[in-house]
């Protein structure tokens, strides 16, 4: 008697620790795929004005850098335009020339300071 008693509890115990292992391994078949969102922010502005770490020397760093680096884009997307825009008719006027000459001075320089700023950091 006693010995059906703990066939019985074993016997019970295997089908509920195989019931268990069916159980998991079916909820982790069911994968629930999350909708990725991606945000496009500048992350060191704060909308409401209130930066709370506007004097953290690290923060700080970043931002240049930042700023510095979307200087140079901007530069650079400016002058591929006007380029384009520009040799499109295949005749450069001398008011499309100084503003060519003046957007690749600009380039220069934006290039220049993030130069300085990687030098120093």
Do not use: C
Not at 22 to 29: D, P, S
Not at 59 to 68: I, N, S, T
Not at 101 to 108: G, P, Q, S
Request: net charge positive; no cysteine.
């Amino acid at each position: 008697m006693r010995y059906l008693k703990r066939s019985a509890i074993v016997l019970s115990l295997l089908l509920v620790l195989f019931g268990a292992t069916a159980v998991t391994a079916e909820a982790q078949r069911r994968g629930y795929r999350r909708p990725v969102i991606i945000v496009n922010q500048n992350p060191f502005w704060h909308g409401w004005g209130y930066n709370p770490y506007y004097y953290d020397p690290y923060y700080r760093e970043r931002q240049q850098r930042d700023y510095l680096e979307n200087r140079v884009d901007g530069n650079l997307n400016e002058l591929e335009k006007h380029k384009q825009k520009y040799y499109a008719d295949g005749v450069l006027t001398d008011k499309e020339r100084r503003e060519l000459a003046d957007d690749e001075k600009d380039y220069n320089n934006s290039v220049r300071q993030l130069d300085r700023y990687h030098r120093r950091y």
